[in-house]
C-alpha cells in the first residue's frame, strides 16, 4: 500500500525558516516524479514544487522560487521541502504528492499544517 | 502558465441528480487534464486521469471527458458521498495549475 506522510509543520515566524518531509513507502521511491502541493485555508490547492526521479531537476512556482527548495533522499525514500523567508502568505497545509507520467497524481499524503505568524 | 476556471463554483443538487462540471484551460492541454475530490479537512483524491480515465477504485458513476481546452466531469448519479469540493488541474507543463474548484452541497 502506498503511503506517503509529511510531517515538519507547525508555527514559525515571519521571516522564519522550515524544513518539511514526506516519508514515502509501499513504492518504489526513486521511480517517480514528486511534488508538493499547498492549500491556504479556505482556498483552493496551488501546486508549488516538483523533482524529478533522480533529484537533478526541480520545478517551483514563481512566488516560492528563489525561497524554497525541494530535494529529496532517494537512499531514504524521503522528500524534503526547504521553506526559507516565510511570509503569512505562506501559511497552508503542505501535501506531498506521487506524479505518475500519464497519469498525474495518484497519491497524496495527509498533509502537515505551516502557520507563519508572529 | 496555463490558467484553469472552472464552472460553476458551486451547485446544490439532490441525490440521484446528474451533475456536470466544466473545466477551461487558458491553451490547449491536449489531454493532460486531471480531476481531485476534496472533502473538509482531507487530503485531495485522485479521481480522474488524461481527461477521461478513472482512477483505480473510482466509482464508474464518474466520467471525464473534453480535450484541447474544454473539459467536463459528470457524476451520472449523485450519492451521498460525492458532496465535496471538485477541482481540476493542468499537467502538461509547469507550473501545473488547478482550477478554483466547485463546490457540490446538498439541495
Known amino acids: 500500500e502506498v503511503q506517503l506522510l509529511e510531517s515538519g509543520g507547525g508555527l514559525v515566524q515571519p521571516g522564519g525558516s522550515l524544513r518539511l518531509s514526506c516519508a514515502a513507502s509501499?513504492?518504489?521511491?526513486?521511480?517517480?516524479?514528486m511534488s508538493w502541493v499547498r492549500q491556504a485555508p479556505g482556498k483552493g490547492l496551488e501546486w508549488i514544487s516538483g523533482?524529478?526521479?533522480?533529484?537533478?531537476?526541480?520545478y517551483y512556482l514563481d512566488s516560492v522560487k528563489g525561497r524554497f527548495t525541494i530535494s529529496r533522499d532517494n537512499s531514504k525514500n524521503t522528500l524534503f521541502l526547504q521553506m526559507t523567508s516565510l511570509t503569512a502568505e505562506d501559511t497552508a497545509v503542505y501535501y506531498c504528492?506521487?506524479?505518475?507520467?500519464?497519469?498525474?497524481?495518484?497519491?497524496w499524503g495527509q498533509g502537515t499544517l505551516v502557520a507563519v505568524s508572529s | 502558465d496555463i490558467q484553469m476556471t472552472q464552472s460553476p463554483s458551486s451547485l446544490s443538487a439532490s441525490v440521484g441528480d446528474r451533475v456536470t462540471i466544466t473545466c477551461r484551460a487558458s491553451?490547449?492541454?491536449?489531454?493532460?487534464l486531471a480531476w481531485f475530490q476534496q472533502k473538509p479537512g482531507k487530503a485531495p483524491k485522485s479521481l480522474i486521469y488524461?481527461?477521461?480515465s478513472l482512477h483505480s477504485g473510482v466509482p464508474s458513476r464518474f466520467s471525464g471527458s473534453g480535450g484541447g481546452t474544454h473539459f467536463t466531469l459528470t457524476i451520472s448519479s449523485l450519492q451521498p458521498e460525492d458532496f465535496a469540493t471538485y477541482y481540476c488541474?493542468?499537467?502538461?507543463?509547469?507550473?501545473?495549475?488547478f482550477g478554483p474548484g466547485t463546490k457540490v452541497d446538498i439541495k
Open positions: 488541474q493542468q499537467y502538461k507543463s509547469y507550473p501545473f495549475t
Open positions: 491553451e490547449g492541454i491536449v489531454n493532460y
Open positions: 504528492a506521487k506524479f505518475v507520467w500519464g497519469e498525474d497524481f495518484d497519491h
Open positions: 523533482i524529478s526521479e533522480s533529484g537533478g531537476n526541480t
Open positions: 488524461a481527461a477521461s
Open positions: 509501499g513504492f518504489t521511491f526513486r521511480n517517480y516524479v
